[in-house]
């Protein structure tokens, strides 16, 4: 009998790593080079692959690129241009039981009309970034009102999901992002050094790196030492903002790089100066090494508190006297240190991957009382 019961346990097991019986689950962007959204969901498809619920996909638009992530082995790439084919096809063609979709765009409508296949809208943007763009008429009277016909929606802001969906009709629910980082393998920086930090895409004119640069300004006078460190790919328009403040030893482009953490270790301060964010990435990596953050504006956002200094003034001055004050008071820098590693722990990014398994089973299944229930939480 325990020979049979044995048998039985090898045959289902060699069942799923076949492919048979599993839930094929499949990730659309358009390439998988250099980018936080990118980045965010080959963490979570990580975790997943682990499971043994699932057949995974990711399909992109692009082919392979040199400044790729590495995807997860295992795992199945699909690229439209090699298949000659867009991706309602190709969704259509591999029966995919739930495709993830994170654009805000027209296609959503196509996509909502898929018999076989259920599509969870995964909402990367801010309701406040058309707005600065002065888009929010349009995007509400397009892409919101599509999203009015869609039966699962993921957003990131509490302020969006908690009260603008619910009064635009829009049903919706609110998770975290995962990190890049887990909290339990990373010893937070010493916070010892005067260096600064400022993580994501110089080219982004949304990141408003300009504000942090000219900030360096005051602080060098007051901190001679202090350096800034732009953990991006060198923009020629900044870097001659830096020539012209005659920072070129103070601040410095490192050049796109694929690991992050001698910068984490080493920092003392993160500047997030961006105009408009969701979950910034950025954010939580540097709270996690218990670094705090001056932040412009942006108090709606989930990591908006803890370890955190909120200024409501786009002023270069005004970051760099708050920078000052950060820097030059030992006890106060660390007490931020401590409250920004603090607000990361239980944001783990298995607590994270477990909320993704039960809502993905539950969707396959057509039982939406575990949407329902994250929906009403």
């Known amino acids: 009998l325990l020979l049979f019961f044995l048998l039985l346990i090898f045959i289902n097991y060699e069942e799923n790593n076949n492919g048979r019986n599993l839930i094929k689950v499949a990730y659309y962007c358009n390439s998988f080079k250099y980018g936080g959204i990118e980045r965010i969901f080959l963490i979570l498809i990580k975790y997943l692959s682990e499971e043994t619920y699932f057949n995974i996909s990711l399909i992109t638009k692009e082919i392979k690129h040199k400044e790729e992530y590495h995807l997860p082995k295992g795992i199945k790439r699909i690229i439209l241009s090699d298949q000659k084919m867009n991706l309602y096809q190709s969704i259509i063609k591999e029966k995919i039981d739930i495709l993830i979709y994170n654009y805000e765009d027209k296609a959503i409508k196509k996509l909502n009309k898929l018999k076989q296949t259920k599509v969870i809208y995964y909402n990367h943007s801010s309701f406040l970034y058309w707005l600065y763009q002065r888009y929010i008429y349009k995007f509400k009277n397009t892409v919101y009102q599509i999203y009015k016909n869609c039966k699962y929606i993921i957003s990131l802001i509490p302020i969006e999901s908690n009260y603008l969906f619910k009064k635009w009709g829009i049903k919706s629910i609110l998770l975290d ?170 944001r783990k990014n ?28």
């Open 177 to 346: 992002n995962p990190c890049t980082f887990e909290y339990d393998s990373i010893k937070p920086s010493n916070l010892e050094h005067n260096n600064i930090i400022m993580i994501g895409r110089a080219n982004d004119p949304v990141k408003r790196y300009e504000l942090g640069i000219k900030s360096m300004e005051t602080i060098v006078k007051e901190i001679p030492s202090c350096e800034m460190y732009i953990i991006s790919s060198i923009n020629k328009n900044l870097q001659n903002l830096i020539n012209n403040l005659k920072l070129q030893k103070s601040v410095v482009f490192t050049g796109y790089q694929e690991k992050i953490e001698i910068y984490l270790k080493n920092a003392s301060l993160h500047i997030l100066s961006s105009l408009s964010e969701t979950y910034p990435m950025a954010l939580s990596e540097a709270k996690i090494f218990g670094i705090p953050t001056i932040i412009c504006g942006l108090d709606y956002l989930a990591l908006a508190k803890g370890g955190t200094v909120i200024i409501y003034d786009d002023n270069p001055e005004t970051i760099g006297k708050e920078a000052i004050k950060i820097l030059k008071d030992d006890g106060y820098r660390k007490k931020l240190g401590r409250e920004a590693r603090k607000s990361m722990k239980n």
């Open 350 to 377: 298995k607590n994270i991957a477990k909320i993704w398994v039960k809502l993905l089973i539950s969707i396959y299944k057509g039982d939406d009382k575990f949407y329902q229930k994250l929906s009403n939480s």
